[in-house]
């Protein structure tokens, strides 16, 4: 069989066919390139903008590079792009109703970057999880937790719950609560509060701390104090004075009272009926 005739026949079609791959091949080699050096080029604006921003700013830069490169490569081939942008909106809605979970929290995620009730590094509650912020996405929110446990948590769920954020403001408040006996003088105890405020360097001036009798509770009487610390200082300060509080409450003569009740008993005798006589 001759082959020669076919061969000259679909020859333009063939070499036609092979310069619009390899041109695609190129295109999509080019994206690829692209879409790196965007990538790196956006981490490299680290220093300029919030480190929180950094990888959902990223990621859309390197889809956007590969969508352009998807439509090129679909024009190169004949393909009515305009048609197929039309076609991708309406599959658009259809996707977007089966996967509403999905864009509430990419909804979410924009709203958590746009308002930035917290940044990366900051430690934050919401609900019953506590950590600190390692990266914000377009889906869920990483954090570390303190005893080393990593939680991806969905940006709705972080952005639909009472949010606290303990580190966001300079400096933070810390309560200290000694409970001393019924029997011990309060002027000591609160002489004794002072005496541990006075002797730490890291408590600030302002606001001054305040000192009172927070409450006369069942067993104890509970001495209040309060003072500001730095945010950053603020565990290894509570942690001294509860650890300072005891030995210098005993220094004192005061005593920590363990919960007591008192229990009274009335003995009283009931009298016994008295017999009734019986008739036939």
Avoid at 76 to 81: A, M, P, Q, W
Avoid at 186 to 193: C, E, H
Avoid at 205 to 233: C, G, I, K, Q, Y
């Amino acid at each position: 069989m001759d082959l020669q005739p076919l061969i000259e026949q679909y020859w333009p079609l063939i070499s036609a066919g092979a310069l619009k791959l390899g041109s695609a091949l190129l295109i999509l080699l080019l994206t690829y390139i692209a879409a790196r050096l965007a990538r790196r080029g956006v981490r490299r604006l680290s220093g300029r903008l919030d480190a929180t921003l950094i990888p959902v700013l990223s990621n859309m830069v390197v889809w956007a590079v590969y969508v352009i490169g998807a439509l090129v490569i679909l024009d190169r081939f004949g393909v009515n792009t305009t048609s197929l942008v039309a076609l991708l909106g309406a599959a658009g809605i259809a996707v977007g109703l089966a996967l509403k979970d999905t864009l509430q929290n990419i909804a979410a995620g924009f709203i958590l970057l746009g308002l930035r009730p917290f940044r990366v590094g900051d430690t934050i509650q919401f609900g019953d999880t506590m950590g600190t912020v390692r990266e914000v996405g377009l889906f869920t929110t990483r954090i570390d937790t303190p005893d080393g446990l990593c939680i991806s948590a969905p940006n709705s769920n972080v952005w639909g719950q009472n949010l606290i954020n303990y580190t966001r403001n300079a400096t933070r408040r810390i309560e200290i609560i000694a409970s001393i006996a019924y029997r011990d003088d309060i002027d000591k105890g609160m002489a004794v509060l002072r005496q541990l405020v006075a002797d730490e360097p890291r408590i600030l001036p302002d606001p001054e701390p305040s000192f009172a009798v927070r409450a006369l509770a069942d067993s104890s009487v509970n001495l209040h104090m309060r003072a500001w610390v730095r945010t950053e200082e603020y565990w290894d300060v509570y942690w001294s004075l509860m650890k300072q509080l005891k030995p210098a409450l005993e220094r004192e003569g005061l005593s920590i009272p363990f919960p007591q009740r008192e229990l009274h008993i009335i003995n009283q005798v009931a009298e016994k009926p008295k017999e009734k006589a019986v008739h036939e």
